[in-house]
């Protein structure tokens, strides 16, 4: 006899929420040691992500391995880059100490892309594991820029066309302020018109 069992359409999370943190506060953490994984650690909402058990999951494991190996320094205004082996063998010394299984580093490579999002979704952070030089890094602010410039132009007509069209809903007195509202929150991004 087949047993139908319970499905739902609506998948589980596979990340928490965002937090609510001030700029100013993040920036303080950011100069603490661990200072991102004690805020993921600390928050009830993350718990079921963060630890498995009383231990933490493989993605905190690696970030937190990687922090401790300066991930959250800088070298002038670059950010440090840390290799993944150093990272990996942070984490088979401390799984060895356990009479566990170590792991590879492509697994801790694997385990710092879920913990980069991890971090993007609870603070708008951005870490890129890196497999060709196998290091990991935060995004710095030229990187960061550079991307920005990127997408902007990938969407730079688009945005002309949209902002024409809200002009003419405007000019015509439609109401489009729901279909705004619904990009905002689809996007985080906020869209206003020039005068």
Not at 126 to 146: A, K, N, W
Not at 147 to 171: C, N
Request: proline share 4%.
């Amino acid at each position: 006899m087949a047993i139908n069992f319970p499905r739902r359409e609506k998948a589980a999370a596979k990340v928490g929420p965002r937090l609510e943190i001030s700029p100013l506060d993040l920036e303080a953490q950011m100069s603490n040691q661990h200072g991102l994984s004690a805020l993921l650690c600390a928050a009830e909402t993350w718990e079921p992500f963060a630890w498995k058990g009383n231990d933490l999951s493989s993605p905190m494991r690696a970030l937190y391995a990687a922090e401790s190996r300066g991930l959250l320094q800088k070298r002038g205004d670059r950010p440090v880059e840390v290799a993944i082996a150093d990272i990996a063998a942070d984490i088979n010394g401390y799984l060895l100490t356990f009479g566990k299984k170590t792991i590879s580093e492509n697994a801790v490579l694997n385990n710092l892309r879920q913990a980069a999002l991890y971090l993007n979704a609870a603070l708008g952070i951005s870490i890129r594991p890196d497999r060709q030089s196998m290091t990991v890094q935060v995004v710095g602010e030229l990187e960061t820029v550079e991307t920005i410039e990127r997408y902007f132009s990938q969407v730079e007509a688009k945005l002309k066309k949209l902002g024409s069209q809200i002009k003419h809903a405007e000019a015509m007195g439609y109401s489009v302020s729901h279909v705004l509202q619904a990009a905002e929150s689809a996007t985080g991004i906020k869209l206003l018109t020039s005068a």
